[in-house]
């Protein structure tokens, strides 16, 4: 069974755009957890989406936010970037709750 | 609010000798617990978890780790590391019915040969 995949695995952008993340999830899972990973702030939960609905947010801005689609697949969006939003940006899905988390291999988000 | 501690920042280990690794968190209810390992440049990759039953778990690579209510713990172990377990540790609790962890800062492990 393939894994969590994330697209773009890199990806650079510049202060004030925004961006948007992909993620899918193993087969058959329907809850896609993201996470923000920085070398300050360690790794943070920023929201879960389970059958397009969002279940858990995080503490942080507005200016995160995210969606599912009917086949629960995740993308998740950051508006307005600001260089503290450099990180790398994790995306985890499991079949529901509680059930371990799988993570994908991250996108790695680079604002200048 | 719950949070996790991970005491240890660094740990360096001898190839072949024991490894524990120091997990102690706070959660007002029964927790969920994980431990994941991180190598450089990758995702996260779960080791074990607990979520009620026996208090020792075994995961995967070797590890186990040992629920202790009473200390708040949730120590990770293995009887005799390998080089390729180098990487970073990560405990973490689970709230929200599970999905929303928190993790602890981890440790580093280095291996030495």
């Known amino acids: 069974k393939a894994g969590v995949t994330q697209t773009p695995r890199y990806l650079i952008k510049t202060r004030g755009q925004q961006v948007t993340l992909s993620c899918s999830p193993i087969s058959g899972h329907r809850s896609v957890s993201w996470y923000q990973q920085t070398p300050g702030q360690g790794l943070q939960f920023l929201f879960e989406?389970?059958?397009?609905?969002?279940?858990n947010k995080g503490n942080f801005p507005g200016r995160f936010s995210g969606r599912q689609f009917s086949n629960s697949r995740s993308e998740m969006n950051v508006s307005t970037l600001e260089l503290g939003d450099s990180a790398l940006y994790l995306c985890?899905?499991?079949?529901?709750?509680?059930?371990?988390?799988?993570f994908g291999p991250g996108t790695r988000l680079t604002v200048t | 609010a719950q949070s996790v501690t991970q005491p240890d920042i660094h740990i360096t280990v001898s190839e072949g000798a024991s490894l524990e690794l120091r997990c102690n968190y706070s959660?007002?209810?029964?927790?969920?617990l994980f431990w994941y390992v991180q190598s450089p440049g990758q995702g996260l990759q779960l080791l074990l978890k607990?979520?009620?039953?026996?208090?020792l778990v075994q995961g995967i690579k070797g590890f186990e780790a040992e629920f202790k209510r009473s200390q708040s713990s949730f120590n990770l172990r293995k009887p005799s590391v390998h080089w390729s377990d180098a990487a970073e540790y990560f405990c973490a609790v689970g709230e929200g019915g599970g999905n929303k962890l928190t993790f602890g800062t981890g440790t580093q492990l280095k291996v030495e040969l």
């Open positions: 959660y007002g209810a029964t927790p969920y």
């Open positions: 607990y979520f009620s039953g026996d208090t």
């Open positions: 985890a899905s499991s079949l529901d709750r509680p059930y371990e988390q799988y």
């Open positions: 989406y389970f059958s397009e609905t969002q279940r």
